[in-house]
């Protein structure tokens, strides 16, 4: 097992938006000067630090469940269980651009020009956002069971993709060699026989090394070109829901708390359950 060095820190938040429904995901203005948020309610929503100007940009017939903010294009782009991605400018109620998706979005990636989306009954999505959007490949999962993550390489020649059945697929996105493409197993108590869902994966982005989080707790790194594990982390007590690394990669960064891998029963009997966010050194 690897060691983890945590650094005890304060913070204090700059922002702070109390919903009346479930938030989903959100990111970042590629500039940080915005921060874009959705949930269960449909709402896409966008708060200015320049300005401290919150307010809606656009929605969703149902709750958002995945957004990214698409520099090349300056749009931010949002998906669904309404079965779309849309494009929003900001600037209009209605989005500039909707791409119609076979089932609801459950998660998504884009770097750059390259965009990887997977929706209910396993169907995977290639988009080429080079010039609009464009659908570029469109094919069924090599998992057996639901998508739960996704990352495209730092190269963008192919991409990760993590299930509630613990494994994660590489896959390539360019190129027909079916030899490039494997699955391998994580997130997995053998003795008890127990399978936890991969939350997240992402790609360190210097070294390419792949790592994954899951609801067993830990987290581990992995050499996907040479298909070995490359250090194993001790789990915490709470599952593991999102993971990344800072731009230099000298940093790691996950978060824990309930994921609802085990019901709403489980949090309704332990009402006090944490969430935390950890930072360790984040290159080997």
Same mark, same amino acid.
């Given at each position: 097992y690897g060691e983890i060095l945590e #650094? *005890? #820190? /304060? #913070? /204090? &938040?700059?922002?702070?938006?109390? *919903?009346a429904d &479930?938030? !989903?995901c959100s990111c970042w203005s590629s500039d940080g000067n915005t921060i874009f948020y959705g949930g269960c309610d449909g709402i896409v929503? #966008? =708060?200015s630090? *320049?300005?401290s100007v919150k307010g809606a940009i656009g929605k969703h017939d149902k709750p958002v469940s995945w957004l990214k903010w698409i520099k090349q294009h300056n749009l931010l782009m949002s998906g669904s269980w309404d079965k779309t991605l849309r494009l929003w400018d900001g600037r209009q109620p209605l989005p500039v651009f909707t791409q119609p998706l076979p089932e609801r979005l459950y998660c998504g990636d884009v770097n750059e020009e390259v965009g990887v989306f997977a929706t209910a009954e396993r169907h995977i999505l290639i988009l080429d956002l080079s010039s609009g959007v464009k659908l570029y490949k469109q094919? !069924?999962? &090599? !998992?057996r069971f639901q998508s739960r993550c996704c990352r495209v390489f730092n190269n963008k020649k192919g991409f990760a993709l993590?299930?509630?059945?613990?494994?994660?697929a590489i896959q390539d996105i360019i190129g027909d060699d079916e030899s490039n493409? =494997? /699955?391998f197993q994580c997130h997995r108590d053998k003795e008890k026989n127990v399978i936890y869902s991969v939350n997240d994966v992402a790609f360190h982005p210097e070294s390419g090394i792949l790592a994954t989080c899951g609801s067993d707790g830990g987290f581990a790194w992995w050499n996907k070109d040479e298909r070995k594990l490359e250090k194993a982390f001790k789990n915490v007590n709470l599952p593991i829901t999102h993971c990344g690394w800072n731009f230099s990669g000298s940093i790691f960064c996950y978060a824990s708390g309930y994921d609802w891998s085990k019901g709403t029963k489980y949090k309704t009997d332990h009402p006090t359950l944490p969430t935390q966010i950890y930072l360790t050194q984040g290159k080997q």
């Open positions: #650094a *005890q #820190a /304060t #913070a /204090t &938040p700059k922002f702070m938006d109390v *919903q &479930p938030l !989903l929503n #966008a =708060y630090f *320049q300005s094919f !069924l999962s &090599p !998992l993590g299930s509630i059945e613990g494994r994660v493409n =494997y /699955t």
